[in-house]
């Protein structure tokens, strides 16, 4: 389901003095043992607990696109 070197978009319940709250962050996959995923920051999650939500891969666009560079620099 996780692919080490990702990035994903996470979102966990977290419980504080004010209640339960969704938290979200973005995240990239360093490691992977069974349902924990260890993080490049450092941090660990355990994706088969009943405070994970959602983990949605961060899809990355491309700087620019031809097109766009293509006048670039040029004066008429």
């Keep these: 389901m ?3 070197g990702t990035v994903y978009n996470f979102t ?3 419980g504080t ?3 339960w ?4 962050s973005t995240e990239r996959v360093a490691d992977i043992d069974g ?3 260890k993080f490049e920051s450092g941090r660990i ?3 088969h607990s009943s405070l ?3 983990a949605v891969p961060v899809t990355m666009l491309a700087s620019a696109s031809p097109a766009e560079t293509a006048d ?3 004066t008429v």
Excluded: C, H, K, Q
């Design 17 to 19: 003095s004010d209640g």
């Design 21 to 24: 709250n969704e938290v979200r």
């Design 2 to 4: 996780f692919d080490i």
């Design 35 to 37: 349902p924990l995923l």
């Design 45 to 47: 999650i355990n994706a």
């Design 52 to 54: 994970f939500v959602s």
């Design 12 to 14: 966990l319940i977290e």
């Design 72 to 74: 670039v620099g040029t």
